[in-house]
């Protein structure tokens, strides 16, 4: 059974930073993409960016030039670096894998953008 475990939400001030970690129970690698969706209050559920297994990333529109999906395949986590951070990334942010017709979802972890 794969695991996912988000960290790193919490609460920042428009224009700070916060760094997600998602730690994988199984190695990385196996998977064909990992990437971090996030769902607003009253919202579906919208990705903001994927990191495949042989390609490049990708980014929605909307995080482009602030947030950075990474991977460490030793520590079997996938990072969000998100910088100049606004009200309107408040969401809960879920971590995704993908392995052959599988999906997996982590719990979700909670960030909010307020002053």
């Known amino acids: 059974q794969v695991q996912l475990v988000e960290s790193g939400g919490g609460l920042v001030q428009p224009g700070g930073s916060l760094k997600l970690s998602c730690a994988a129970s199984?190695?990385?690698?196996?998977?064909?993409?990992m990437g971090w969706y996030r769902q607003a209050p009253g919202k579906e559920r919208e990705l903001v960016a994927t990191?495949?297994?042989?390609?490049?990333?990708n980014y929605a529109d909307s995080v482009k030039g602030r947030f950075t999906i990474s991977r460490d395949n030793a520590k079997n986590t996938v990072y969000l670096q998100m910088n100049s951070l606004k009200p309107e990334d408040t969401a809960v942010y879920y971590c995704?894998?993908?392995?052959?017709?599988?999906?997996?979802w982590g719990q979700g972890t909670q960030v909010t953008v307020s002053s």
């Open positions: 995704n894998a993908v392995k052959s017709s599988f999906e997996y």
């Open positions: 199984t190695n990385i690698f196996t998977f064909n993409a």
């Open positions: 990191i495949p297994r042989f390609s490049s990333t």
